[in-house]
């Protein structure tokens, strides 16, 4: 923290709290709190119960949960390779091509997903590429989500890089796909560590244009979450929403030690 007197430190933490707390940590509890309730007294839940919690590790919810990681870690792995083959690419661009880049790779972001998964809609629907009706059409939408993040992790990343590096092992006798593999993505490991993070979280969270195009036999976690809600099972929504966000925090976490290991090679 960038505060050296110690008023100024407590004033910090203090404006933290403040902010902190309101906005973020206590509708979390509440959620928490609610997965073990089933009645809802006042401005708090009660009637303290765990049964929602077995139904959230079981059945529907247990394939819902399965069906949410394998699209998150497909669509974290093809956003992945996509983003950083993009970012490679633009590295050796003009300021003007890596501007056009940075736009067509940002444009998903920039519109509501719901737009996304309607484009993706209307763009598979027909032979040859049909893939409405199949899970594909839903990995595909969450890549095209999450690409952006890990191109502009990349690029950031590359554009701090010290082309020394590079131009040694060129000295060397390195060839171009040898400096890339044993130079260049090894110094890229933590941020593509950190990219990889961010993309599975977005991919775990993603509910907008999943309601589009999820088939029946695909059924990703939020829209389970939605659906339960939605009929008035708030509580055993709120128990699988706890099971979704102790998953993504697992991930997140494992995938923290991972870049850890990786930023001291």
């Known amino acids: 923290m960038l505060v050296h007197s110690a008023k100024g430190r ?16 206590v509708p979390l509890l509440v959620i928490l ?8 007294s006042g401005a708090l839940p009660s009637g303290p119960t765990a049964e929602h919690y077995a139904a959230a590790v079981r059945g529907e919810s ?5 069906t949410s990681l394998i699209t998150a870690v497909t669509a974290s792995l093809l956003a992945l390779v996509v ?3 993009a970012a490679l690419a633009a590295a050796s661009l003009k300021e003007r091509g890596r501007r056009t880049l940075d736009a067509l790779f940002m444009l998903p972001v920039a519109v509501p ?5 309607l484009a993706v809609l209307v763009a598979f629907s027909q ?3 049909l893939l409405n009706g199949t899970r594909w059409i839903v990995i595909l939408a969450h890549t095209v989500l999450v690409t952006a993040f890990a191109y502009q992790s990349v690029s950031a990343a590359l554009h701090r890089l010290d082309p020394m590096y590079e131009q040694a092992a060129a000295g060397l006798g390195a060839g171009p796909v040898r400096v890339l593999l044993r130079v260049k993505l090894p110094l890229l490991l933590p941020s593509l560590n950190a990219a990889a993070g961010l993309c599975f979280a977005l991919s775990m969270g993603e509910l907008s ?3 589009m195009l999820y ?7 939020p829209v389970l979450i939605f659906t339960a809600t939605d009929r008035g099972s708030l509580f055993t929504g709120s128990a699988i929403a706890v099971v979704l966000m102790a998953t993504t925090l697992f991930v997140l976490l494992a995938v923290s030690r991972i870049r850890t290991k990786a930023a001291y090679r």
């Open 209 to 211: 244009a999943t309601m």
């Open 62 to 66: 247990l394939r819902a949960l399965t």
């Open 215 to 221: 088939p029946p036999d695909w059924l990703p976690l």
């Open 127 to 129: 032979p040859p590429f």
């Open 10 to 25: 407590w004033a910090a933490w203090a404006l933290f709290a403040v902010l902190f707390l309101p906005l973020f940590a």
């Open 33 to 40: 709190a609610a997965s073990f309730s089933t009645n809802w």
């Open 83 to 85: 983003g950083t083959w």
């Open 113 to 117: 997903s719901v737009v996304v998964g």
